[in-house]
């Protein structure tokens, strides 16, 4: 009879797991070492669990996408003309990430949709529309179609700074003649604030006053700004919201090219109040590029700068030299990109993601993974390789915040999704331009006078002139005779609103980090360089054993 064995006692436990030479997995410079592994993916590792004694509710997500801008969530929307126009941007930034617009279209248009962002939440509304007594309830009704709101102030000479004579609401219009004078419809017995006070005191009157807007004053009367109650509202609903913190209005950034051309555009976007520009560039390390940096921050000191796209230290260098904020990483990893395969050139985006904020970290650059995110796992292994931000652009295309009407195909709600280098897209951009010119000029004509005092004046005056398409300033060039396709067309199911969609991404990467025992983004980052948080790399047997598998059918349901 064989001996009984002899086991150590389970209160050593602890400490015998100290006389191991090496802690279980590999850390990330194991992980991540090309001449061993080749380039890996998110799909080709996963992060081995640590210890919790937390709750998940209590992670911190936030994070720094450029030197100066911190969001609530690490969630960025892509420059795609199916995925970010104002709405999206809008969502974005209240769910407390921020939306990028895009530049396929004309720089008027996209200005438009930056300042649409801009005035849809503000703390102090510094730059209100007003109007005069003897403009007319069809000013009023223009606004509100063009701008999206009709509780208007009114001033002895319709500018900011002159006399507040009285406001001008939705009700006070309703069954009104369109000829009226505002005179004989403004509200005149106001409830005004002091010019100076504090947003919470403002906010205070509000709440006592019920009314819908607190206009401002000075000891003379003059108007001076505006605080509006939906914006309170919204400050209940969208805790998480990105804001400036001075102005407390939405973080909004927007795309642009390196010619000419955008230098005027950026010129326009500024105007309409942009706070990050983004350098759209499927290969960012180019004299074009540092050039255009350079003159940014020349030019406009106080504008964050999000360069790339790159995928290499070297890479990386050039635009940290020139003066980047933050850089975009991916070259080939998108769902509907065919970089890698047309041009043989690009990065697997695990291993570039690592490579680049290993480097970039030392300089205090924070670095967006673009490309490559197709579930919340995704997510939190690009962050745990170092990335500061996810951008998105088939997890989000199909919401419906996103840009284009949903149809049939094959019995499923979809949605478009184009590939900026798809030759479909930059087919589609040239009649989508003609159709938005010819409809801005018919809005214009019909819109009358006040169109123009309802924040498009400069804007509007730059519609139906040219513009140029931002797929062949990317992928193409203008005096290539065969056009070489970087991506494809398709189509996406429907997601529903990005409002609930986005919860269910922070939520779920919350979770993620608790079952690595790490309570935020910043923690668990450090945690990985310094070896605690550990990784292990996946046959593809291994792939197939994380996933569903034996299984005759099922339904997958994300979350309720």
């Avoid at 720089?107 to 102090?124: H, P």
């Avoid at 606004?143 to 000479?157: A, D, F």
């Avoid at 230290?313 to 980047?324: F, K, N, Y």
């Avoid at 005779?481 to 919860?503: E, N, R, W, Y």
Wanted: charged fraction near 20%; hydrophobic fraction near 40%.
């Amino acid at each position: 009879m064989p001996a009984p064995a002899t086991f150590k006692s389970p209160a050593e436990a602890l400490a015998h797991l100290e006389t191991y030479k090496h802690r279980d997995g590999l850390s990330v410079q194991e992980l991540i070492d090309s001449r061993a592994h080749g380039g890996l993916t998110y799909n080709d590792f996963l992060i081995l669990p640590g210890h919790i004694n937390f709750d998940a509710a209590t992670v911190s997500l936030e994070s720094r996408v450029t030197r100066n801008v911190v969001l609530r969530t690490p969630f960025m929307s892509s420059p795609m003309d199916t995925v970010t126009e104002e709405n999206m941007a809008i969502a974005m930034a209240l769910l407390g990430g921020i939306g990028v617009i895009h530049h396929n279209n004309s720089a008027a248009e996209q200005a438009d949709m930056v300042r649409k962002v801009k005035k849809f939440e503000n703390g102090f509304i510094t730059d209100p529309v007003c109007l005069r007594p003897d403009d007319t309830v069809e000013d009023v009704l223009d606004i509100k179609e063009s701008l999206g709101y009709s509780g208007i102030p009114v001033t002895e000479n319709g500018q900011l700074f002159s006399k507040l004579v009285g406001i001008v609401t939705a009700r006070d219009i309703q069954f009104r003649d369109p000829t009226t004078p505002l005179a004989e419809v403004m509200t005149t017995e106001l409830v005004t604030g002091k010019s100076g006070i504090t947003l919470e005191e403002a906010n205070q009157i509000l709440r006592v006053s019920k009314k819908g807007k607190l206009p401002l004053v000075d000891e003379q009367g003059r108007l001076v700004s505006l605080v509006a109650r939906s914006d309170l509202l919204k400050n209940q609903d969208y805790p998480l919201a990105s804001k400036h913190p001075l102005t407390k209005q939405l973080y909004c950034a927007a795309a642009i090219g390196t010619r000419p051309a955008d230098r005027e555009r950026l010129k326009l976007l500024v105007e309409a109040g942009l706070d990050v520009v983004v350098l759209d560039s499927s290969q960012g390390n180019s004299i074009y590029q540092i050039d255009m940096i350079q003159w940014i921050k020349s030019t406009f000191p106080d504008l964050e700068v999000i360069a790339g796209n790159v995928v290499t230290r070297e890479q990386a260098a050039q635009l940290i030299a020139a003066g980047a904020d933050g850089l975009r990483v991916g070259m080939g990893s998108g769902s509907i990109c065919i970089t890698q395969e047309v041009m043989a050139v690009g990065r697997p985006q695990g291993t570039a993601v690592y490579a680049v904020a290993e480097f970039a970290r030392q300089f205090g650059v924070p670095v967006i993974a673009d490309g490559g995110i197709g579930n919340v796992g995704h997510i939190a292994k690009a962050i745990a390789l170092g990335a500061s931000a996810v951008m998105m652009g088939g997890l989000l295309a199909g919401t419906s915040e996103s840009p284009g009407e949903y149809f049939y195909h094959e019995g499923k709600r979809v949605k478009a999704y184009r590939g900026m280098g798809s030759i479909v897209r930059s087919s589609f951009l040239s009649e989508a331009m003609e159709h938005t010119r010819s409809s801005a000029s018919k809005q214009k004509t019909a819109n009358g006078k006040r169109a123009a005092a309802a924040g498009k004046r400069r804007a509007m005056s730059t519609v139906g002139k040219p513009a140029e398409n931002a797929a062949t300033s990317r992928y193409f060039s203008e005096a290539d005779a065969v056009k070489v396709a970087q991506g494809v067309s398709g189509d996406v199911a429907d997601k529903g609103s990005v409002k609930k969609f986005l919860p269910y991404l922070h939520t779920g990467l919350q979770h993620s980090l608790q079952d690595m025992g790490e309570h935020s983004i910043g923690e668990m980052q450090q945690a990985v360089v310094d070896g605690k948080v550990r990784f292990e790399l996946r046959t593809a047997s291994a792939q197939v054993e994380g996933g569903v598998h034996g299984l005759n059918s099922y339904t997958k349901r994300l979350f309720a």
